[in-house]
């Protein structure tokens, strides 16, 4: 059964071979990344070329998220499955670091803007 996946930080590295790979499996697939049209334009155009969609999206900017979601859901109707795949860098003791830090909690910024859209929100990749 084909899904609508959102994935978040897909413009190298995991984020971009599971964008390529669930796409290959038949699924409709949104990767999301800063500066689709920018510094990522060119991973983005690959994406493309493989037929997965490209969505702009800053997991650190409440903003640019809930803009990345509505165009998903504008689109596809529905968010079947996120792989929140974005990370944050870093640096210091990570002793140091509390949950609050860089932000707040940003692991869940994109399942919190999915779901405030009821009967349309996604199931975390390990719920799935």
Do not use: W
């Amino acid at each position: 059964m084909s899904k609508t996946i959102l994935i978040t930080g897909a413009s190298s590295g995991f984020g971009r071979d599971t964008a390529e790979t669930l796409r290959r499996a038949g699924h409709t697939v949104y990767a999301s990344m800063r500066g689709a049209q920018g510094k990522n334009r060119e991973a983005a155009g690959a994406l493309r070329k493989l037929g997965v969609k490209t969505v702009e999206l800053d997991v650190s900017d409440d903003t640019s998220v809930e803009a990345g979601v509505r165009t998903v859901l504008a689109e596809a109707g529905q968010i079947d499955v996120l792989v929140n795949n974005a990370g944050i860098a870093s640096a210091g003791v990570t002793e140091a670091f509390t949950a609050g830090t860089g932000d707040g909690d940003l692991r869940h910024e994109c399942h919190r803007a999915a779901s405030r859209h009821p009967r349309r929100a996604p199931l975390h990749a390990t719920e799935a």
